[in-house]
Every structure is written in C-alpha cells, then in structure tokens.
C-alpha cells in the first residue's frame, strides 16, 4: 500500500509529527509494517498546490510507476495540488484506493475513487461536505485549532460520520488518529 502525504503550508516539523505518529500507527495495527509505504510530497509553499510536481514526485519514487496504488493523505493547502496529482495519477493509467482531506475547507472534492474529509471543528465539517465528500468523514469534537488535527491527530478526539445517511448526529466517537487507521485497514484489504 502507497501512501503519500501531501502536506499544506506549514512548518515541517509539524508533517514529520504526523509522518511519524502514521508509522506508529502503523506499526501498532494489524496493517503489515512492510506493506505501508508512506512518501511525503517534500514541496514547500506554493508547490503544495502543483499537481504536476506531486505527480512527478510519485513517478520518480514508484518504481513500478501506475501499477502501484495510491492512498493520498493531504493537509489544508496540500488538497489543492493533491486533489489534482489524484486526477492526474488515474488519467495516466493508475490507481486511487483512497483520497483523505484533512482540513481542505473551500476545495471542491470529487472523484471516482472514496473521498473521506477530516475536519478540525464541525463548521469546517459541513461547509465543506457541501463541495463533495465521501462516505465515513470525520470532524473533532470538541473543536481544535487547524494545525493540531495534522501536528497530533492521536489526541484530537471527534465523531465519525457517515455523510450518506446524514451529516448530523455523529455515527461514533474516536480519535483522528482511530479513524485514519480504520480507513487504512479498510483500504489495505482491498
């Protein structure tokens, strides 16, 4: 399974922290540590928003290039670029298991491949679910600021919402870090 990070524009010690506390949710699951091969899209500033620079950052780190299936991670500004870099990979002949939008408030999602938002209040939650989301969605409650869903998604508790049934009343209650596992399991079985 390839995972790429796609970061917004931060410091990057604040993706290493989410780069990190991944790995160690990885490696304390049932998902094989071998199997998770997590790439983080190492462009800064404005580059966050280049599909074509996320595009050739996966075509020159995936050895077997469109054979290999993607899951995108991608953080506030890091949607936009990696939103596109998704469209892109699949025009090309390749695969999206999965796209994750942590906090991409304003960016239209749509695609065919599963799209889950994860948001840092519930405001953010709904305003974007209004331009495309996916099944299983998540929003912290209670809220927290923008930058700790990416810095430390292990301690921002929240609901898990099925958004075809309903936005509100949540499904389930867990951490951020709880539902991007559950979302990884799901998507290593298929």
């Known amino acids: 399974m390839n995972i790429i990070i796609c970061p917004g524009i931060h410091e990057p010690e604040l993706t290493e ?6 790995l160690d949710l990885v490696s304390h699951s049932a998902i094989a540590p071998n199997y998770a091969n997590i790439l983080v899209y190492p462009g800064k500033d404005v580059l966050v928003l280049s599909a074509l620079h996320i595009l050739q950052f996966l075509r020159d780190c995936l050895t077997d290039s469109f054979k290999s299936p993607i899951i995108f991670i991608s953080f506030s500004a890091g949607v936009v670029g990696a939103i596109g870099a998704a469209h892109l990979w699949q025009l090309l002949g390749g695969r999206v298991k999965a796209f994750i939008a942590i906090d991409g408030w304003g960016v239209p999602l749509q695609g065919n491949f599963p799209i889950h938002r994860m948001s840092h209040d519930y405001f953010t939650h709904w305003s974007s679910c209004l331009l495309g989301c996916g099944q299983n969605n998540f929003y912290a409650e209670p809220a927290v600021d923008h930058l700790s869903i990416w810095k430390s998604p292990q301690t921002v508790q929240g609901c898990w919402v099925d958004s075809s049934i309903e936005i509100i009343p949540p499904k389930g209650r867990l951490t951020a870090a709880e539902f991007l596992l559950m979302l ?5 079985a298929n």
């Open 184 to 188: 990884l399991k799901r998507y290593e």
């Open 17 to 22: 922290s989410f780069r990190v506390g991944l």
